[in-house]
């Protein structure tokens, strides 16, 4: 059974830097699209940048320039590099197997918390 697993959380300055990790066991997911997504408290949950099997990225306007997904791989793990972190970034973030344009494969993890302080 595949499951993907959430890291690298924890608390921020406003500005400062967190790499988030996601690595999957059971399976290899180097031919699949991987999706980072957020959920801030009191709000849906969003795709914040995508890594396509070939290496094609995509972001969500609001991270653009500041965020960074890259995947390993040999390690099968995706990261999500964020830097200069603002406190509207503040959210539990996750990581899915995407298919199409929105649909998720697998059932949602604990996440990693993120908070930025300002």
């Known amino acids: 059974q595949v499951q993907l697993v959430e890291s690298g959380g924890g608390l921020v300055q406003a500005g400062g830097s967190l790499r988030l990790s996601c690595a999957a066991s059971?399976?290899?997911?180097?031919?699949?699209?991987i999706g980072w997504y957020r959920q801030a408290p009191g709000k849906q949950r969003e795709l914040v940048a995508r890594?396509?099997?070939?290496?094609?990225?995509v972001y969500a306007d609001s991270v653009k320039g500041r965020f960074t997904i890259s995947r390993d791989n040999a390690k099968n793990t995706v990261y999500l590099q964020m830097n200069s972190l603002k406190p509207d970034d503040t959210a539990v973030y996750y990581c899915?197997?995407?298919?199409?344009?929105?649909?998720?494969?697998?059932?949602w993890g604990q996440g990693t918390l993120v908070t930025v302080s300002s």
């Open positions: 059971g399976s290899t997911f180097s031919v699949n699209d």
């Open positions: 890594i396509s099997s070939g290496g094609t990225t």
């Open positions: 899915n197997r995407m298919i199409g344009p929105t649909l998720v494969v697998y059932a």
